[in-house]
């Protein structure tokens, strides 16, 4: 997991101990970039000197869970380095995901010197906001807990029914025997039932809200480099408007399409006694077009739940709970401008020259020499402001 190298740093400064981890992104275990003789290792060694790298491997499968778990880990093998080398600058280059991975690392670290200098390479940022509650979002759930209350108690109550007049009741003396069971059900099933829903959907979205969010760095160094067209940055950004952006606009529709189904109901009957029409409801066909007119409004919630399904896979974002889609905003950023940080640094270059028609441009910014000269005077003007020159 460890790699040393040395040489001279060659203008006259005072020469620093280095220990860089590199962090690999996702599908790439024992990235040949986080390796011994890459183009980055012997770029960072020439321009800084005393270099000891560090290759940490996780799974590098695409699921939320993973890339938690491998926070944790890194974060404990940030200690350790700090403890072993405290005088040495510290730094976490990432590519890709690892970058989300250093990041949850932030928030476990014991000491916040473990993570003082963070490059993150072509890094799509995941970012978690809450929704907003909404009037919507509860008349929903208490009609979804009505409808499941009313599909379960009159199934039961079928079923019940059925078993008593096997018995040989009466079919009117079991349905006596059988209403206040119903009435009950009917009173007090739809409150207990929304009651765990909202706490079911509570505690989901915190544990994932907490799993996603991003540390308080106030010490720490934040650098972030990427071409101006990276492929994977740009697929995800496709599956967002998709899924998220796409869902979020049927929520809208439906809540829009809801006030006006309940503005139309309340109008009618005074637009009725205004006219002069006795039912104004019948007579204008109102009645044709509330019982589609719901289901519509419960359809376009479906497809609403349902679109981000298309970015919570391995080729997405990674596995995600539906419950989540409802009450949280899960999204891809460029650059982290809401991250607490001692300092935020975004540099975009575009890919020119380097391009290589069989390699993707997000692969081949860890090859670019720009970016290791970038990557080496970043590393070199956090070791001047540590220790002075």
């Not at 060659?10 to 280095?18: I, K, L, M, T």
């Not at 959907?201 to 101006?228: F, M, Q």
């Amino acid at each position: 997991m460890t790699g040393a190298a040395s040489g001279a740093q060659g203008d006259g400064a005072p020469a620093r101990d280095y220990q860089i981890v590199l962090v690999h992104g996702t599908f790439a275990p024992r990235a040949p970039w986080t390796q011994d003789g890459s183009s980055l290792r012997r770029a960072l060694t020439d321009a800084l000197g005393n270099v000891t790298f560090h290759a940490f491997d996780w799974s590098g499968r695409n699921s939320y869970g993973d890339r938690g778990e491998a926070g944790r880990r890194l974060a404990a093998f940030l200690d350790d380095i700090a403890r072993a080398a405290p005088q040495a600058v510290r730094a976490v280059i990432a590519h890709s995901h690892g970058g989300n991975i250093a990041l949850y690392a932030g928030k476990y670290v014991k000491t916040p010197q473990s993570l003082a200098n963070l490059a993150c390479l072509a890094t799509p940022f995941i970012s978690c906001a809450p929704i907003p509650k909404s009037v919507f979002g509860g008349v929903l759930l208490w009609g979804l807990s009505a409808l499941v209350v009313a599909a379960i108690g009159g199934s039961s109550g079928y079923l019940l029914s059925h078993v008593l007049t096997q018995l040989g009741f009466e079919q009117d003396t079991a349905a006596l025997i059988l209403l206040p069971l119903m009435l009950l059900i009917a009173a007090i099933g739809p409150f207990w039932l929304h009651r765990r829903l909202k706490t079911y959907l509570a505690r989901s979205a915190k544990a994932r809200l907490a799993e996603l969010s991003w540390p308080n760095l106030p010490d720490s160094r934040v650098l972030t480099v990427a071409y101006k067209f990276d492929e994977a940055r740009t697929y995800l950004d496709y599956l967002d408007r998709a899924s998220s952006r796409l869902s979020r606009r049927l929520w809208r529709g439906a809540e829009l399409g809801l006030l006006m189904l309940l503005g139309a109901a309340f109008l009618a009957p005074f637009y009725g006694a205004i006219m002069g029409v006795p039912d104004i409801i019948d007579s204008a066909g109102f009645r044709g077009v509330e019982v589609p007119a719901i289901f519509l409004i419960y359809a376009l919630v479906l497809i609403a739940l349902a679109l981000p399904l298309l970015r919570s896979n391995p080729y997405g974002y990674g596995w995600e709970r539906l419950s989540n889609s409802a009450t949280l905003s899960i999204s891809i950023v460029d650059r982290p401008d809401d991250l607490a940080a001692g300092s935020i640094e975004n540099w975009r270059i575009p890919i020119g020259a380097f391009r290589n028609s069989r390699e993707l441009a997000h692969s081949l910014i860890y090859e670019d020499p720009r970016v290791h000269a970038k990557l080496a005077a970043w590393l070199a003007a956090g070791a001047t402001r540590i220790f002075g020159r």
